[in-house]
């Protein structure tokens, strides 16, 4: 048996146009109405297999790792005569024909037999306190869930789907079509079964035969520490339940964090800022500050300048997977001066700046104008 790739004069990479290009020449080439030579209609018949297994992605990917054995029981599929549906064909084949579109191409015969359920997501909108150190939480989800009457076959109690008698249980037909080129035939997707292969006569009333139903589901999940907005938490098989048998989706967590109205977050480190007077910028004070942990005492250090940074080592956000490891907390200290001071205030200050001018004046003979100008006249 040559290979599929080789009868249509493709690389094994060739994209789903580059395919359809190469069989539409080939089959004019070998098609028997216009080729007389000696195994022409063989080599005819050999491309539009190749065609329709490497067509399919599913098919192709079957065949490229297994090869003609991983196709199985698809070329098994019974040929069911005619089942109409000319015009179809007949406009699907042909329009390449003209060089006209290159879309379009029909559909593939659906995917039978189990099917995987979706995957599903959930937002959540957490606070900043949960975020840091983590939390277990109660959601409601709505969700498929396999039918609990049925069990999910879809089908009254006792009764059971049966085998659909169009295909055979097959899932596809095959459609003969006689065109002026001759008779071609087509896998399709079984019109009566929806390519299952099997047809309930009788259907489960509180799925109406779809072998799920729409559940509200309470769930607790747990939210790690140190997530942030964005994080995405997997629950596995928590989505949607799978159709014939097919295994539940995965639920998808999607993480939004409230912003906190003093602390903010940069990686792990929590910054914040803190208001303090200028005598206790120059003095050094110890104040009380808002961490994730509580209140916290923070020492400013006499002669802490303006916007200068303060940190409290390990007190910032815990490493999501390591909560060991934290982040810092680190404090921009604003310094306030006062607009307005009160007599007493002022007097001390002008002693103060009297006491600079004295010094001043030993040192930086050019500042002794400028103290005597703004201090000068109460002295
Ligand atoms: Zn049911
Ligand atoms: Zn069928």
């Not at 599903?120 to 939480?137: K, M, P």
């Not at 005598?279 to 500050?289: F, K, M, N, P």
């Amino acid at each position: 048996m040559a290979d599929y790739y080789d009868l249509l004069g493709v690389g094994r990479d060739a994209d789903a146009d580059t395919l359809k290009r190469a069989y539409r020449r080939l089959a004019r080439q070998y098609h028997p109405d216009v080729n007389k030579e000696a195994g022409a209609e063989d080599r005819f018949k050999e491309i539009g297999r190749a065609y329709e297994v490497l067509s399919d992605p599913q098919t192709r990917a079957r065949y490229d790792q297994f090869g003609e054995a991983g196709l199985g029981g698809a070329a098994g599929a019974p040929d069911m005569g005619d089942m109409g549906g000319f015009a179809d064909l007949f406009e699907t084949f042909f329009s390449g024909f003209g060089g006209a579109s290159a879309g379009g191409g029909g559909g593939r015969p659906r995917r039978r037999g189990p099917q995987q359920g979706d995957d599903l997501r959930f937002d959540l909108t957490i606070s900043f306190e949960q975020a840091v150190f983590g939390e277990e939480q109660e959601i409601k989800i709505p969700h498929l869930e396999t039918c609990g009457t049925c069990g999910g076959t879809g089908a009254k109690k006792g009764s059971g789907p049966t085998t659909c008698a169009t295909c055979g249980g097959a899932g596809q037909v095959r459609r003969a079509t006689r065109t002026p080129f001759g008779s071609f035939t087509q896998v399709a997707e079984c019109p009566n079964c929806g390519g299952t292969g099997q047809v309930i006569a009788d259907p489960c009333t509180a799925c109406g035969g779809q072998g799920v139903q729409q559940v509200r589901k309470k769930l607790r999940i747990n939210i790690p520490a140190g997530v942030d907005t964005g994080t995405r938490l997997r629950v596995s098989g928590e989505g949607n339940a799978g159709l014939r048998g097919g295994p539940s989706g995965d639920l998808y967590v999607f993480l939004t964090v409230k912003t906190h109205p003093k602390l903010r977050r940069d990686g792990l480190n929590v910054l914040s800022e803190v208001k303090v007077s200028y005598l206790q910028a120059i003095l050094g004070d110890t104040i009380e500050v808002e961490t994730v942990d509580g209140n916290q005492e923070l020492e400013i250090p006499p002669g802490t300048q303006p916007t200068s940074v303060l940190t409290l080592t390990g007190q910032g956000i815990p490493k999501l997977g390591n909560p060991v490891a934290r982040g810092d907390q680190r404090i921009t200290v604003t310094v306030q001066l006062p607009s307005r001071l009160s007599a007493e205030e002022r007097e001390l200050l002008e002693t103060l700046a009297g006491h600079h001018s004295a010094r001043g004046k030993q040192h930086h003979h050019h500042n002794s104008g400028l103290f005597a100008r703004l201090f000068g006249q109460k002295g």
